[in-house]
Every structure is written in C-alpha cells, then in structure tokens.
C-alpha cells in the first residue's frame, strides 16, 4: 500500500459491507461483512432493529481493519438503504423498530396520499408507492400515534451509523429526497408533505451535501470499530445514489445495471425529467437520477435452479451457468419470462407472472437454465430501453451484482445493444462511499475524479457467432412477455394470481 486509505461502509437491507481503498491505485485491499435479521413475521410487514445496524457495521469494520495497518484510514463514507422510518427519541433511543422500504402495510395511506399524486410528483419527483418512507409515516399516524408523538426526529439507516460514529444527528440530501417529504426543487424539506402525513415538520432533521464532512470518529466508536478516533466522516448517501457512483453512471448517458435479486438500472440526468421512472437525487454532484427496476433478476435465475434444474450447485450461484454452457446461444427457441413478481416495465402490472415459454420434447436442463438466463438479460435491457426512452441516448452500459458474475448473463446482455458494454467486479455502493469519502476530504477534486480513479470495469465482448441467435432469442422473448403481460391482465388469470 502507498497511499491513505478510506473507507466506505454500505448500509444493505441485509447486512453491512465495509471496504477498505488504498487512494494510491483505487485497489480494495480489505473487506468486511456481517449480517442482520429482519422481522417478516407479520404480512406486509419488514422492520429491522437499529441496534441491530450498528452492531454488524462496527463488526464488519473490525474485520476489514484488522487486514490493513492502524491508522492509515483518512476519511469514511456511508451508503444505506432507502426509504425507511427509523424515529428516534430525545435521548437518542429508537421509539420502534425501523420500517425497511420493504415493508408494505400502508396501503390505506398510499391510496390516501394519491388524492394529492400531482403534488407529490410536482415537489418530490415521484408517485406515491408504499415503498417510500412518507405512506409508513402517514400508517404509523394512524395507528401508533402515541409512538409518533415521543419521537423527536425521523432518520435513514446510514444516518443512525453516522450517530454512533460522531455523536450527531443528521442526513444527506439523497436519502432526503427519496422519502417522499423532500422538495427536490428548492432542495429543502417540505412542511406541507409532512402534515399530509400527520406528522410533525420538525422531526426533519438537517441535510447537508454527501460529500460534506458532518463529524469525526468518537473515542468510544474508534474503540469498537478499529477507526482511527478523529477520522473526518461524510454525510454519504443513499444506496441507489452510491451505487451509481461506484457503478460510474457520473454522466448523461452511460447506465449502470445493478443486478442482484432485483435489477436497478440508473442513469445521470442533467435536471429534473418525470416521466415511467423513480427519480432521486444524485449523491456529491447537482442533478438527479432516473431508475427503473427488474423485480426478479438473480431472483428468477434462483428459481429456476432451485425448482426446474438438477442436482445441487457445484458452488454457489453457478448452477444455471454450468448446465447453460452446454446449449447454444438462444436456448433452442425456449423462452423464460421472469415476472415472478409482477412487473414494473414497460409497464407496471403487479398481478403478471412469469412463465417458460415454447417447450419441447427436445429440451433439457441446459436450455432452461439458458433461457433463464437470457430472459433476465433481455429483461435487464428493456429497462434500459426504456430510461432511454424518457431520458435520452444510450452511450455506455455498465453491469454490476452477482448475477454479473455470470458470464453467459453478460454476453446476452452486450449482445443487446450497440453501445459498448462494461463489467465492474467491485461492489458498487461502498465504492460509491468511498468515492463521497474521497471527495469530502479531499484527495479527489470531486466525484466524478473519483469514480475514474476508482474505475476498474472492463470490456464484455460478444463473439459474432451468438449475435444472430440472440436478437432472434429476443424476438421472441419480446413476443413472449407481450402474451404473458396480456395474460395477466385477463380477469380469469388475475383472480388467480397472487395478491
């Protein structure tokens, strides 16, 4: 190692990720991970416990710390997922446990809330849904009012990790922005959206720019983490924000896909465009971000491995790949659709589902683990289709999560487009703090220095011998998700369709 080293952690609705950058080459030389449990017991309901959130975040530092020399950490950055209702008391306790974005109870509010949709879309930027952090407000002024009223102020996941390692309360304007309560316009909280919720305008708390430096590293938060105790700490910002940083989406045109077991695909825009895209702010530079989402990526090739494959993976995640290797590009006109949840483009029809599509007697093994495999691709490639649609030209697209590891996954997808297609093998998000981390205390002159020093995508190529046989697969992939949307919409095949 030759140069300083900093840190991101990510915040993920699963566990936290700690990365460890040597400033001199953009090189990770230490990682560390550590879950935490979510409470699912109740239908529509996802709430985690904060204590649970800055436990593994001091652990997966320690592990990642003990791996580099003491002291040479110059700056940390925080990621976190979004859209949660963490409120906390005056003496800094948690009135309950924190509604994670995947909590879906408030159906009643989000319904209430879209009496005053052209609102919400003309301050915020986006549609009412129940994953923002406004309808979980608006449900807990329903029916915990007596918890509402003892909170004093509303955070996100990372800000909770940022009060542990500095001691103050406070958020950044990317996570601000995607909670529903935030004017995105004037780049101010908005009194008016909290009260349409029934809360209190004054549980806002402050939010300040990504990159700006919010506090040192406290004694006792150095003691349990392994940070040196007065490292300068950054705001951060949201996962989606972070992502597109680490994912190198810093400019107009170029769209990172994130697949793991949902897609995310996000683009840069210049200024504020509505339209069939969420839009949140960008992380240490001005404008905005179109995203869209695939809801079953890794999560409709996992199905297919668990219920239609043979036999137990070699290792895991690579069962699919192994058996697609063995069957030619086009998976032998078989066609998979992975609308295990619904879908959210072209369209958003929440009761279709997913089906394979044109089996033989000829087919094994190999074509459907293929087919699964390209049907998530093209999938994938609609979404960017369509936040090119709405936001302008495509000219790069970068690939990133696990289902990335995969290279057939790959191929299929760089054979969609006639832009150059790139892999990054690091995970985006904490590279995204980094890049906050890096920018805040300045080592790089801003994000967009950042990200290309910490760039180390490569080329994902496309033998010309597949070309023909996938833009014929998805042809018919494309004719295939038209039958099975319009399916969906039939009253006889929504009635028995899951809700």
């Known amino acids: ?78 990621s976190g997922h979004m859209h949660a209702l963490a409120l906390f008391d005056a003496a800094d306790k948690p009135v309950r ?15 209430r809330l879209r009496q005053r949709a052209d609102l919400f879309r003309e301050r915020c930027g986006n549609p009412v849904v129940e994953a923002f952090t406004a309808p979980k407000l608006a449900w807990l002024a329903s029916h915990e009012p007596d918890t509402l009223r003892r909170a004093a102020r509303l955070v996100q996941p990372k800000d909770v990790i940022r009060h542990h390692l500095t001691g103050g309360w406070g958020t950044d304007t990317s996570d601000a922005a995607g909670s529903l309560l935030f004017d995105v316009r004037r780049g101010r909280w ?4 909290w009260e349409l919720c029934g809360a209190d305008p ?20 150095a003691d349990l983490t392994g940070l040196p105790a007065g490292t300068p700490v950054v705001a951060g910002g949201s996962d989606v924000a972070c992502a597109a940083l680490g994912g190198g989406a810093v400019t107009p045109g170029r769209v990172y896909v994130n697949a793991g077991t949902a897609a995310q695909v996000v683009t840069a ?31 409709g090739i996992r199905w297919c491995e668990e219920n239609l494959l043979p036999g137990p993976a070699p290792a895991p995640d690579d069962r699919a790949d192994q058996l697609a290797a063995q069957t030619p590009a086009g998976a032998r006109g078989l066609a998979f659709v992975p609308y295990l949840l619904g879908t ?33 691709a093209y999938a994938c490639a609609d979404a960017v289709d369509q936040l090119a649609a709405t936001t302008g030209d495509v000219t790069e697209v970068r ?4 289902v990335a590891r995969s290279p057939i996954w790959r191929e299929c997808l760089a054979a969609a487009f006639d832009v150059p297609v790139r892999r990054i093998s690091h995970d985006a998000s904490p590279r995204g703090a980094v890049a906050l981390a890096g920018a805040g205390t300045g080592v790089w002159p801003d994000v967009v220095a950042a990200c290309g020093a910490l760039d180390d995508s490569e080329p994902v190529g496309v033998p010309e011998r597949h070309r ?28 028995g369709a899951a809700p």
């Open 97 to 111: 446990p924190a509604m994670t974005w995947a909590d879906r109870r408030a159906e009643e509010q989000v319904a």
């Open 190 to 193: 908005d009194p008016e959206l």
């Open 344 to 376: 959210s483009t072209p369209t958003h029809q929440p009761r279709v589902r997913a089906a394979l599509l044109g089996a033989g007697p000829q087919h094994g093994p190999g074509d459907i683990a293929r087919a699964a495999l390209e049907g998530v």
């Open 1 to 78: 190692m030759a140069g300083d080293l900093l840190v991101g952690l990510d915040l993920g609705t699963t566990g936290a990720k700690a990365v460890v950058v040597d400033t001199a080459d953009g090189v990770a030389v230490a990682r560390g991970y550590r879950p935490y449990p979510s409470d699912t017991t109740h239908a529509g309901w996802h709430e985690q416990d904060p204590a649970d959130w800055w436990t593994a975040s001091a652990g997966a530092l320690r592990d990642a710390l003990a791996q580099v020399p003491a002291g040479a950490v110059t700056g940390v950055g925080l």
């Open 399 to 402: 690939v990133g999560g696990g």
């Open 468 to 495: 023909a046989a996938y833009r014929h697969a998805r042809a018919r992939y494309a004719a295939a998700a038209t039958a099975v949307t319009a399916l969906g919409r039939d009253p006889a095949f929504a009635e």
């Open 202 to 221: 004054g549980l806002a708390v402050p939010a300040a720019p990504s990159t700006a430096v919010v506090g040192t590293v406290g004694a006792d938060a």
């Open 269 to 299: 825009l210049p200024g504020l465009r509505t339209g069939e895209h969420f839009v949140f702010t960008r992380a240490g530079a001005d404008g905005f971000l179109a995203m869209v989402s695939v809801y079953a990526a890794g999560l």
